[in-house]
């Protein structure tokens, strides 16, 4: 399952959790032991399928679950941005037009893989994915050693939330990691987004890539990336030492 965070245009951030999976699988459907499952909630511009298929053909993956609320913003997007679109065409790629909270809570326990979360700000109709019964349903909905990823704010602006997040995925995800990272976006208030990374009954240490990252995709379309590598990889989980401070107590790896 998957449920991402736009900044993943650049090539890194929301895709994070696959650049150190090792052997991810497809726990739903029998006999498809090494390929992987996804589903996909995406927001604004529906551009993160088209890098989830990228990065994602060297790893076996044999579905991805797109769930939109609105299908004009799919549309929208197929139209005016045909490049970060083009995800869509995988044939992998499943849409569903509905409620994305509903439909991960409607998901078969221990189904998914990764989910990555795409959501806005916690304020109006977006505070509910920042909220524990929708971490809950992602945990549930989670195979054990399964990974969430979820837009988790800014360090510059948003310290108090992001405290808040952290502890409370501590709470969700007993016997699990907790750890944050974050990226560069300059179109963004002070020019920064973050991730939490949540992985079920593992301390897994999601800092070093187990994965290279992968070249161009010839049939979607997709050229090199542009931003993403190891060492950029690596560099997104160190805090500065006032964020370190305030996320010890949360974090199982910093």
């Known amino acids: 399952m998957l449920l991402g965070h736009s900044s993943s245009r650049s090539g890194s951030g929301s895709n994070s959790p696959f650049w150190w999976w090792t052997c991810p699988r497809m726990v739903r459907s029998p006999g498809a032991a090494g390929e992987l499952e996804a589903m996909l909630l995406e927001a604004f511009e529906s551009s993160l399928s088209s890098h989830v298929s990228c990065c994602l053909l060297p790893h076996r993956m044999q579905e991805i679950h797109i769930a939109e609320i609105d299908a004009g913003v799919i549309e929208a997007s197929k139209r005016y941005f045909p490049g970060m679109s083009i995800g869509f065409s995988d044939l992998r790629v499943t849409v569903n037009v509905c409620d994305g909270i509903k439909f991960v809570q ?24 920042f909220q524990q019964p929708f971490f809950e349903a992602m945990h549930r909905a989670l195979r054990p050693g399964g990974v969430i990823c979820t837009q988790a704010e800014s360090l510059w602006l948003h310290l108090d939330i992001i405290s808040s997040l952290a ?63 190891s060492e950029v990889h690596k560099a997104a989980f160190v805090l500065p030492q006032y964020a370190a401070d305030a996320l010890k107590d949360s974090l199982t790896h910093r």
């Open 167 to 229: 502890d409370m995925c501590k709470q969700v995800f007993v016997g699990g990691s907790v750890t944050y990272a974050y990226t560069t976006i300059p179109t963004y208030p002070s020019g920064q987004i973050g991730m939490m990374l949540c992985c079920k009954e593992q301390q897994l240490d999601l800092r070093a890539p187990r994965q290279p990252a992968p070249g161009p995709n010839k049939d979607l379309g997709i050229g090199p990336l542009r931003y993403y590598n």
């Open 106 to 129: 409607d998901a078969a326990e221990g189904s998914y893989d990764v989910i990555i979360v795409d959501s806005s700000d916690p304020v109006g109709p977006a505070e509910v994915l």
